[in-house]
């Protein structure tokens, strides 16, 4: 593939995270597009799919690879998991946090708000308890 293509086929993933359905993304992923390879606006598919509350293409996303604690954009963005946060979106919340977002990181290389702060600023109280209980985890046999 070469460098025109797969600039467009990462556009149209992180386009798909936002607004298409979860097969559209998984055959975009199938087809070579980058879980972590932001647009050309720097945009990263997880992020776009995170402030959306897609939930569904969040999992896809994480279970293809994309890393859940990586910023997007160049400053007017963010973690994937402050975006979902900032908005209340429990389900996007649910899924990052299950594919292993930290509720405590800082966005803005550690000078901004974590997701925690995010959910008690916008008064989002369901999303606070989501960030606030440790993940259950199965445990060893």
């Known amino acids: 593939m070469n460098r025109r293509q797969r600039k467009k086929l990462q556009q149209r993933?992180?386009?798909?995270?936002?607004?298409?359905e979860v097969g559209q993304v998984a055959r975009l992923l199938r087809d070579g597009?980058?879980?972590?390879l932001p647009d050309l606006d720097g945009t990263t598919p997880?992020?776009?799919a995170s402030v959306q509350d897609r939930a569904d293409n969040v999992r896809t996303l994480v279970a293809a690879g994309a890393d859940p604690n990586?910023?997007?954009g160049t400053g007017d963005e963010g973690l994937p998991l402050c975006a979902a946060a900032c908005w209340g979106h429990a389900g996007a919340v649910r899924e990052l946090l299950a594919g292993g977002?930290?509720?405590h990181l800082r966005e803005d290389n550690g000078s901004g708000r974590t997701a925690v702060?995010?959910?008690?600023?916008?008064?989002h109280h369901?999303?606070?308890?989501?960030?606030?209980?440790?993940?259950?985890?199965?445990?060893?046999?």
């Open 101 to 103: 977002a930290d509720p």
């Open 46 to 48: 997880l992020y776009r």
């Open 33 to 36: 597009a980058d879980p972590n």
């Open 13 to 20: 993933l992180v386009e798909a995270a936002a607004w298409g």
């Open 117 to 123: 702060e995010w959910a008690e600023a916008g008064g």
């Open 126 to 141: 369901d999303t606070l308890e989501l960030l606030s209980t440790p993940p259950i985890r199965p445990e060893p046999t």
């Open 70 to 72: 990586a910023e997007s």
